[in-house]
């Protein structure tokens, strides 16, 4: 895995969100007619309340994973999966449940899951799903829209492109046409040459999994450290998130967002463009796409729930990681496209 | 995994040069943490959480604080245990996180320093992008028939908004009473003797905030400043209000009143 091309890059796209959205408050504040020092009063507000309603989940989800870190091992993972490949590729979608973790934490569960033998298939439905369909998610999306339309689109839109997404890499793809040399060398040699997972279960070189489970006091202790860290390292996707979130409610006039937010097709559009650079955690994401309700189709906000959570700048450099640049460009594109078709078709054919 | 790929030095004053700042930057984090659950906690006690979000939720803050003292205390008492030590951040399992620098540590503390800095004040006038006169427009249900059963002097300025929703002959309000509170606002196309008592509904967070607004009807209306929370009494009346057939509340008296602790209506 390359350490400094990911950082680079993310210093580089948060250094030029957060000079955009400085240039745009800057601007706002010297063309509108408003009292400056109310403007920042309302920005600051309505940035807090994102906040507030978000942290306690960030927190949430940041315990899970690490607990999940410290505590579960990919043997448990896969002794779960179901043998049927198609069965498999659906329970993939459910795993997320059992396992909560979020856009930042399935991919490095994931490739290890494949080093245990884990089919193709399960494991890409397993990435796309399971930052959406895990309980945290569950909770946060009821919290910021109830129970309705929203919160079981959500669910069931992401479980539907997961599964379809999984199942053409079940007819389509081994494993050398998807992982990296790096990960391939990880995998059973009898998997690779195409064998059936249930012959090599037995012949798998044991890497780390097989390590004893921690004793509860040092598994706390790290699960305790790495939610630390990863409440830091999600936490600046969501402040600088719901920052512009926030500054496009202020300082943007509501005719303007509604002009760019109503277009059936480019509303989508922009929604998913901004879930991608965004790159905000999936267990927060609601409360960040409250800010575009009121002026944003409806379509476009589901893509926002449902597209970001699969692909964004952050899970998009975990996946070069992984797999293949030629899968890496797959595994947007085309949630990218679903996402995009489901979200013009709620546009034309639903009123919610 | 990136946190833990340290370059190997060869010199051991780079290896502690590394290890100081590391130090100094697990001290930032944990005064974040606790600064942060202090924050909380000074929010849920002093009331200014229902400023932000639907105080339906309210036990979530509750839990915030609770983990942000626990992260921090446990990240405190980690850097106490290893003064002197080279305690490492050691590898955790398999997960990723990219090295921790300063800018990341300061955007984390943006909260802290925006809701140390700025007065915590909620949505007022200053705030409304558009305000509506009609609650569907404000993601409100109005399925509920029950509206019609809260007495008219018992309404808010969303329950009449419902009630107007509802309503196919503003003619059938004529004379009911009103009693409502809300915040001053109005725009330069109102008549003059005429401004909307306004409020913001919020469902979740102030992130879905929507201004909604009865018509009033007020000799006085030019001596009522922009943004004041008023009490305002009169009656409905059949009328127009900027074009449109709705019905007015002809007031009695206009009270101007301090903010109510809760400013915000939940749908």
């Not at chain 1, 309980?135 to 839109?157: E, Q």
């Not at chain 1, 012959?199 to 798998?204: L, M």
């Not at chain 1, 996402?339 to 919610?352: A, E, K, R």
């Not at chain 2, 979000?53 to 942000?68: E, K, P, T």
Request: aromatic share 10%; glycine share 8%; hydrophobic share 50%.
């Amino acid at each position: 895995m390359t350490a400094e091309t990911p950082s680079v890059f993310r210093r580089f796209a948060l250094l030029a969100l957060i000079l955009l959205l400085a240039a745009a408050a800057i601007l706002a504040v010297l063309t509108s007619s408003r009292d400056p020092a109310a403007l920042l009063n309302i920005f600051t507000t309505r940035f807090l309340g994102i906040f507030l309603e978000a942290a306690p989940f960030l927190l949430l989800g940041a315990l899970a994973s690490g607990l999940i870190d410290a505590f579960i091992r990919p043997d448990d993972i896969a002794r779960l999966t179901p043998r049927n490949p198609a069965l498999a590729t659906v329970a993939g979608a459910f795993m997320g449940f059992i396992f909560p973790v979020c856009e930042c934490g399935v991919v490095p569960v994931v490739r290890r899951l494949y080093t245990k033998g884990l089919p193709i298939s399960v494991g890409v439905t397993f990435l796309l799903a399971a930052p959406v369909i895990n309980p945290v998610v569950l909770v946060s999306t009821y919290v910021a829209y109830g129970f309705g339309p929203v919160l079981i689109g959500r669910f069931v839109i992401t479980i539907i492109v997961a599964v379809i997404i999984g199942l053409i890499f079940a007819i389509a793809a081994r494993p050398r046409d998807v992982l990296r040399p790096a990960t391939l060398e990880m995998l059973p040699q009898l998997l690779v040459a195409g064998g059936s997972p249930e012959a090599t279960e037995a012949d798998i070189i044991p890497v780390y999994e097989h390590a004893p489970r921690k004793p509860l006091g040092a598994g706390l202790r790290d699960a305790l450290g790495t939610a630390t860290n990863d409440f830091f390292d999600m936490g600046r996707y969501l402040i600088i998130g719901s920052m512009l979130a926030a500054a496009m409610q202020t300082f943007v006039p509501q005719e303007a967002l509604t002009a760019l937010g109503s277009g059936p097709v480019t509303s989508v559009l922009v929604m998913q463009v901004l879930a991608f650079l965004l790159s905000v955690c999936s267990t927060v994401d609601a409360f960040l796409s409250l800010a575009f309700v009121n002026t944003f189709t409806p379509g476009s906000i589901m893509a926002f729930l449902t597209f970001g959570p699969m692909v964004d700048i952050k899970s998009m450099l975990m996946f070069a990681g992984v797999f293949k640049p030629r899968v890496v460009a797959y595994l947007i594109i085309l949630p990218f496209l679903l996402t995009l078709l489901i979200g013009i078709w709620i546009n034309l054919n639903v009123s919610l | 995994m990136v946190a833990a790929a340290k370059p190997i030095h060869d010199h051991e004053h780079d290896h502690e040069h590394d290890h100081a700042r590391e130090r100094r930057m697990a001290w930032a984090k944990t005064a974040i943490l606790i600064g942060l659950g202090l924050y909380f906690a000074y929010n849920i006690i002093s009331g200014n959480l229902s400023n932000y979000i639907n105080l339906r939720f309210g036990w979530l803050s509750y839990v915030a604080a609770a983990l942000f003292f626990l992260l921090g205390g446990f990240s405190a008492y980690t850097l106490l245990r290893s003064r002197g030590e080279h305690a490492h951040d050691h590898e955790h399992g398999d997960h990723l996180h990219s090295a921790p620098s300063w800018g990341m540590i300061a955007v984390v503390a943006a909260p802290l320093v925006l809701g140390t800095l700025v007065p915590s004040r909620p949505l007022g006038a200053e705030a409304v992008g558009g305000i509506a006169l009609n609650a569907a427009a404000s993601q409100v249900s109005t399925g509920s028939v029950t509206m019609f059963t809260i007495n008219p002097e018992n309404r808010n300025v969303l329950d009449w908004l419902r009630v107007f929703n509802q309503t196919d002959d503003y003619g059938t309000l004529n004379n009911q009473p009103v009693d409502i509170i809300g915040f001053v606002y109005r725009e330069p196309d109102f008549g003059a003797d005429q401004f909307m008592t306004a409020r913001f509904t919020i469902s979740c967070c102030v992130a879905d905030a929507n201004a909604i607004g009865l018509p009033v009807v007020w000799a006085d209306t030019a001596s009522l400043p922009q943004g004041e929370w008023v009490h305002v009494r009169g009656t409905m009346q059949e009328g127009e209000f900027r074009g449109e057939p709705t019905a007015l509340v002809h007031a009695n008296s206009v009270e101007i009143i301090e903010a109510p602790q809760n400013p915000y209506l939940y749908p």
